[in-house]
């Protein structure tokens, strides 16, 4: 029911015990089921992005305002914000805000922002690394997953020693 907007659904058993023709004890089991009213997405709060675009975020999400609410849907976004790599896990769960009155909810979204880039380095003096007369030798590297907080990659590394050098 959820999946279909109905947030406020109400599902009760209703249990009758009584004996069979033969006598045997029977249990019938109904459902008594309260719909109420579906819920559409009012608004689509994004809170704690500091570094990461907010429109890269909301590429991620597939609840949107105006849709009928759908746990499906919410569990599916939290997923793809988890996946992109920038925000420390694990996400708390987003939180759901129903307004009775307007059959509506607003979900927030809460992301904490990591470091995601990477420097690495090191170095050799004498025979070892890439010089072969001795010397010093070695390499240099960057690299950063979401640049500029817009979710592009970037990467440098730059070689050097005796008779040899590369940059990529």
Same mark, same amino acid.
């Given at each position: 029911?959820?999946?279909?907007?109905?947030?406020?659904?109400?599902?009760?058993? /209703? #249990?009758?015990?009584?004996?069979?023709?033969?006598?045997?004890? *029977?249990?019938?089991?109904?459902?008594?089921?309260? %719909?109420?009213?579906?819920?559409? @997405?009012?608004?689509? /709060? @994004?809170?704690?992005?500091? &570094?990461?675009?907010?429109?890269? #975020?909301?590429?991620?999400?597939? *609840?949107?305002?105006?849709?009928? &609410?759908?746990?499906?849907?919410? @569990?599916?976004?939290?997923?793809?914000?988890?996946?992109?790599?920038?925000? %420390?896990?694990?996400?708390?769960?987003?939180? #759901? /805000?129903?307004?009775?009155?307007?059959?509506?909810?607003?979900?927030?979204?809460?992301?904490?922002?990591?470091?995601?880039?990477? /420097?690495?380095? !090191?170095?050799? @003096? !004498?025979?070892?690394? &890439?010089?072969?007369?001795?010397?010093?030798? !070695?390499?240099?590297? &960057?690299?950063?997953?979401?640049?500029?907080?817009?979710?592009?990659?970037?990467?440098?590394?730059?070689?050097?020693?005796?008779?040899?050098?590369?940059?990529?």
């Amino acid at each position: 029911y959820r999946n279909n907007g109905y947030l406020a659904a109400q599902v009760e058993p /209703i #249990i009758q015990r009584t004996r069979g023709p033969d006598g045997e004890p *029977v249990v019938d089991v109904t459902w008594q089921i309260r %719909e109420g009213s579906p819920f559409f @997405i009012n608004r689509v /709060i @994004i809170e704690g992005n500091t &570094y990461t675009h907010e429109s890269v #975020i909301r590429d991620q999400l597939v *609840v949107l305002p105006g849709d009928l &609410y759908s746990d499906d849907r919410l @569990i599916q976004s939290y997923r793809s914000l988890s996946a992109l790599g920038f925000f %420390e896990t694990p996400l708390p769960e987003p939180d #759901i /805000i129903p307004d009775l009155l307007s059959g509506t909810v607003d979900v927030v979204f809460r992301v904490k922002e990591k470091q995601t880039g990477s /420097i690495n380095f !090191g170095t050799s @003096i !004498g025979g070892g690394g &890439y010089g072969r007369a001795g010397g010093l030798s !070695g390499f240099l590297g &960057y690299s950063q997953p979401n640049l500029f907080g817009q979710a592009k990659q970037a990467s440098l590394q730059a070689e050097y020693g005796f008779g040899r050098s590369s940059f990529t």
